[in-house]
């Protein structure tokens, strides 16, 4: 989780992540930022996230990113 | 009228058997439909079917196998490139081989002579389609059809067949199967929205083609403003054209009680390519975006050079770049998907170029703005966007009309040899097959399609306001649409088909 943080904050600083629920809902990440972390993801975790997995409950907060990070290291 | 009686026809037919066998009357009728336009070509539609069907049953039987997790990947990988590879070989040996061939003479000065190849309609839209279901199975999105049957309704149902939208299988299988009650409203609905998109094919864009027919056709003979002219009426009967056509197609699906994806959101209001994009051909456009945007997007060899460019260009262009890059890509697929010609690329490589520009200088605009003190919430900036968006797709249909690459860019140089106002008052307009009554006829079907197109934007549900009328009003709102096909109706000889039904 807290390389998650990590990765975030590097990607777009000055955004309270940890207790921000409404990444997408709210504008605060656009669609660059979403295939950047999608690939310092891929990278970190060594995992595969597929178009199925880039919808925005997945992206609104940090804790939803872990958790689908978690999934794909399961699948 | 043909396929009003035979729509008629099925739909009786649909709504007579118990419903649990509706789906087959569809899957009949759709039969039926293609053999109709060549028995010979059902071999091609079979074909799609049946590997696809093959292809996913097989990936779904990988999965709940207890390998281990590694060598799965790599089987269901390999089986969706045999799956892709046989579908989309079989699109590329029929629409793009005498291409090769013709570029491949010219270029080495051999003489192989071209195939004779007749392109199956609707193979590019059913062809996508069902890859999308292909790889969607690949993904895990859903399990595999088991009922091939039911998989060949999804690949052949009639209405979108020739000309899309390109569907979902998770948004239309549960429709095709489930049952469906005769609903009268919901007929008259249908009914409606194909009136209404046969006056646009018919009242607008028929006509205005007679003029882009006579200018692209001819294009030697005519510049300045006339071309100006011909390129705005091949905006008109274009988007009549298609826009209309998927207006009989979800009509159509709505009379058996089936909802389409929209293909069209008033494309002409857009405020930017990439809002074009996502209102123009939606379907497509998230047929690319899934399919082809986000795999080379996510791929590892994009990460790696988004890594790259972030380390020379810095955060803010780096991260831009690999986007920019995708989106080229895209669009030069979109571009090959058109037909197989230079100037479809061309097409393809300017809309992507344009849009990838457009993200790049995303900063420098901002800048700009403040420098400038522009307010880009004004209702004036709104609309200059949306005119410039206008031009600049205007300037896209040269590469789409124009009979060769080389034509388009002599058709633009043309434009502005002579250009001089007077032309659209000298009657040198009507010299071009249409009559001056063609064009009021023009103006007003354009002038009715506009004010439906401003309500739709502003949130108005012309049908539901409609339905709200007294029965009076609504009737001759309908006699007015229905008797305005026969009398303003561009009736062309030889009939005139549907644009897109030839890709």
Redesign the interface.
């Known amino acids: 989780m807290d390389k998650v943080l990590e990765i975030l904050e590097e990607i777009k600083s000055g955004v309270d992540f940890e207790n921000e629920k409404g990444l997408i809902d709210n504008d605060i990440l656009d ?3 979403i ?2 972390i ?2 310092e993801l ?2 970190t975790f060594d995992i595969e ?4 997995d ?1 919808v925005p409950s997945n992206f609104n907060s940090a804790e939803s990113l872990w958790a689908m990070v978690q999934r794909l290291m399961e ?1 | 009228m043909e396929f009003l009686l035979f729509v008629l026809a099925a739909a009786f037919v649909y709504y007579i058997v118990p419903a649990r066998y509706q789906w087959i009357v569809l899957l009949v009728f759709s039969y039926i439909f293609y053999a109709a336009a060549g028995v010979k070509l059902l071999f091609f539609l079979l074909f799609t079917t049946l590997t696809t069907y093959g292809t996913a049953r097989w990936i779904d039987a990988v999965n709940s196998t207890d390998e281990d ?1 590694k060598s799965k990947k790599i089987r269901k990988r390999r089986i969706l490139i045999a799956g892709l590879l046989l579908n989309f070989g079989m699109l590329a040996l029929l629409k793009y081989s005498n291409f090769t061939i013709t570029n491949f003479n010219a270029l080495f000065h051999k003489n192989f002579a071209l195939l004779n190849l007749a392109l199956p309609l609707g193979i590019s839209f059913y062809t996508f389609q069902s890859m999308g279901y292909l790889i ?1 199975v690949y ?3 859903f399990r595999a059809e088991k009922n091939p049957f039911r998989f060949a309704l999804f690949v052949s149902f009639f209405p979108q067949l020739l000309q899309g939208p390109i569907g979902r299988f998770d948004k239309l299988a549960h429709q095709f199967f489930e049952e469906h009650s005769f609903d009268l409203i919901r007929v008259e609905h249908g009914l409606q929205r194909m009136m209404w998109g046969y006056f646009q094919k018919l009242v607008l864009a028929d006509r205005a083609g007679v003029i882009v027919t006579e200018v692209f056709g001819n294009y030697s003979d005519y510049h300045g403003m006339t071309i100006v002219a011909a390129v705005l009426m091949y905006s008109i009967q274009l988007y009549g054209d298609f826009s209309g056509g998927m207006d009989v197609v979800l009509g159509v699906a709505e009379i058996f009680g089936i909802t389409l994806d929209e293909n069209f959101r008033q494309p002409y209001f857009s405020i930017s390519i990439t809002d074009f994009w996502h209102r123009w051909h939606i379907t497509l456009g998230t047929w690319m975006k ?2 082809i945007f ?2 080379i ?2 791929s ?1 060899w ?2 790696r050079f ?2 790259i460019t972030k380390k020379k260009f810095g955060k803010q262009t780096g ?2 770049i ?2 920019a890059l995708a989106n080229i890509i895209v669009f030069l697929v979109v571009g090959i998907w058109h037909g197989a010609a230079w100037k479809y690329l061309m097409y393809g490589f300017y809309n992507g170029a344009l849009i990838a520009l457009a993200n790049l200088l995303a900063p420098v605009n901002r800048r700009a703005f403040e420098v400038f003190h522009i307010d880009d919430k004004s209702r004036a900036w709104h609309v200059f966007r949306i005119l410039r968006t206008f031009l600049l797709v205007n300037i896209s249909w040269y590469f789409d009309i124009a009979v060769s690459l080389g034509a388009s860019f002599a058709m633009m140089r043309a434009t502005f040899r002579d250009f001089t106002f007077r032309t659209l008052t000298d009657g040198s307009l009507l010299n071009l097959g249409l009559a001056g009554k063609d064009f009021i006829i023009l103006a007003f079907g354009c002038a009715v399609l506009f004010i439906v197109s401003v309500l739709r934007e502003n949130g108005v549900n012309i049908r539901e306001s409609l339905d709200r009328k007294p029965l009076a009003v609504r009737w001759c709102a309908y006699f007015a649409l229905v008797l305005s096909l026969p009398v303003f109706g561009y009736i062309l000889l030889g009939g005139g088909g549907f644009i897109y039904a030839q890709f």
């Open positions: 669609s660059f930022d295939l950047s999608v690939g891929e990278d996230v597929t178009p199925v880039i699948a | 997790r969607d993904w895990g999105r899934d399919y986000y795999p997007s996510l590892h994009m990460n988004g890594k991260r831009v690999p986007v």
